[in-house]
């Protein structure tokens, strides 16, 4: 089945495909522990018509196809689990077209956050998410990614007005209009939204914008103890006060920054915040912040008014992640992903990082805490099955307590292969309802196979 499908591809794609080792093996590797073999093949398609046609030839061979945005997901979602045709969408990176008055942008899914948001700066308007890495807008929506700013502009989820999307048979469909909003039939753009490549491959995204914010304020601030941080961070949230970004590092996290990025903070839980909109609106907001900070007995409160100094904030803070491996040489991270209703942050928070101690695998936690989401990046030594087994131990009592609080085992990563061992216990029925909708849109189970939603055997 396989030989017939690449040749149908090459003749398709010319030097667009490929299977040199080493292309294939470049997408064979993510950010973590998680290892699958390799692609039978990688291809480049420049239009949706390409993209299309792709899933027709695989359809009809019955090869797998797995999306490739810039492959920076966290649970193995773009990994090859049984071989395939690897579609990475680098060379489809267009804005296509951006209307100011709508505040509307449309883009292929290839181009990277950071891209955009280049190309958006002369028009006032910016695209709020932010998941720190570089990610392309193609992967972002297939993870409903999030990041610093969800607490204030949302989720992938809010920011996904319509799609163009090449089904597993090759046809090209779009959801959503140019309209704020609509009532008219199923909601398919938030189908679509979080599938992880499982319900088809997406061509072309509407996004919403945001006006760049006409004042910007940041702050980073200590506290003498965990609880008190993220207590600091529930009054803020119940007080609401419209924080631009709020986030928590742990001392652990703090030390792995001040080496990585050459700074002093002290080694103390912070908070790292920013406040948009007008001047006074701004000023406002920080006093209001800097008197529940201060009831929480915060320490060191330092403002960072100046752009520079707000890009060494935030470059550090988008950092933490390298910080944190390197804060251990060699290491590998098993990477943790929870959210909790805002209610039970401080019980999740101080009940992990009790866990972490305990274990003896070093854990720095951070987090979007301002929507209840954290992550703990477990610090392994590759070669050890034991420090594996103890930090994934760790990771899935994490994911339990998350369940137990009444949150969800991912707030921003997703599911890939990492996660799946959680679905059944978060949704219950509900999950078999996922594997029904992949079966009616996917019979041949060619998308993006064995990952997020229950096995299934292909028609
Ligand atoms: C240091 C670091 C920090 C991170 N922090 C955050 C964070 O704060 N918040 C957060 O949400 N995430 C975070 N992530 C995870 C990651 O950046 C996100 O999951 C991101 O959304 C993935 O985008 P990508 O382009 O890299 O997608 P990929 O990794 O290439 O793919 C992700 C999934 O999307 C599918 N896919 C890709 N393109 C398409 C397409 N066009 N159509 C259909 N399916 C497609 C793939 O098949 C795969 O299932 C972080 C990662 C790293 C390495």
């Not at 200590?222 to 419209?242: H, K």
Request: glycine share 10%.
């Amino acid at each position: 089945m396989t030989a017939p499908a690449l040749s149908a591809l090459s003749a398709l794609l010319g030097d667009r495909f490929s299977t040199a080792r080493p292309v294939c093996a470049a997408h064979a590797q993510s950010e973590t522990h998680i290892r699958t073999g390799l692609p039978d093949a990688v291809v480049f398609p420049e239009t949706s018509a390409e993209v299309a046609a792709i899933l027709r030839i695989c359809a009809a061979h019955r090869l797998p196809v797995i999306g490739w945005g810039a492959g920076t997901s966290l649970e193995g979602h773009a990994l090859p689990l049984h071989g395939g045709v690897s579609v990475d969408f680098a060379r489809m990176n267009r804005v296509l077209s951006v209307s100011p008055e709508d505040m509307l942008v449309r883009v292929q899914p290839g181009i990277t956050r950071e891209d955009l948001n280049r190309e958006l700066r002369a028009t006032g308007l910016f695209f709020p998410v932010d998941p720190g890495a570089n990610a392309s807008l193609g992967g972002m929506a297939a993870t409903r990614a999030s990041g610093t700013t969800a607490v204030r502009y949302g989720t992938m989820r809010d920011a996904v007005l319509g799609l163009e999307v090449a089904l597993a048979d090759g046809r090209l469909i779009r959801t959503g209009t140019a309209a704020p909003k609509s009532s008219a039939g199923y909601d398919l753009t938030a189908l679509f939204v979080g599938s992880e490549g499982t319900l088809g491959l997406i061509t072309e995204l509407t996004l919403r914008l945001h006006g760049q914010p006409e004042a910007v304020s940041a702050a980073v601030c200590a506290f003498a103890s965990m609880a008190a941080a993220v207590d600091c961070v529930i009054e803020t949230i119940q007080s609401g006060l419209p924080m631009a970004r709020i986030e928590f590092l742990d001392p652990a996290a703090v030390a792995a920054c001040n080496a990585h990025a050459q700074q002093n903070l002290p080694l103390a839980p912070h908070l790292l915040v920013e406040f948009h909109g007008s001047p006074a609106g701004v000023a406002e907001q920080a006093a209001r912040f800097g008197e529940i900070a201060e009831s929480h007995d915060c320490t060191g409160f330092r403002w960072a008014e100046k752009p520079e100094e707000r890009s060494a904030l935030w470059k550090m803070r988008h950092a933490a992640y390298p910080a944190c491996l390197a804060s251990r040489p060699g290491a590998t991270a098993i990477v943790t992903d929870v959210c909790v209703p805002i209610s039970k942050l401080a019980e999740a928070v101080e009940e992990t990082r009790a866990d972490i101690a305990e274990s003896g695998i070093p854990g720095p936690i951070l987090g979007h805490v301002g929507d209840g989401n954290f992550h703990a990046i477990l610090l392994i030594d590759a070669e050890s099955p034991a420090e594996a087994a103890t930090a994934k131990a760790l990771a899935s009592r994490m994911a339990e307590r998350a369940l137990r609080l009444g949150g969800t085992v991912s707030g921003e990563h997703g599911i890939g292969m990492g996660k799946l061992a959680y679905m059944q216990a978060e949704h219950g029925d509900a999950w078999t309802v996922m594997g029904t909708l992949k079966q009616a849109l996917d019979p041949r189970n060619i998308l993006n196979p064995g990952k997020l939603v229950p096995p299934h055997d292909a028609g």
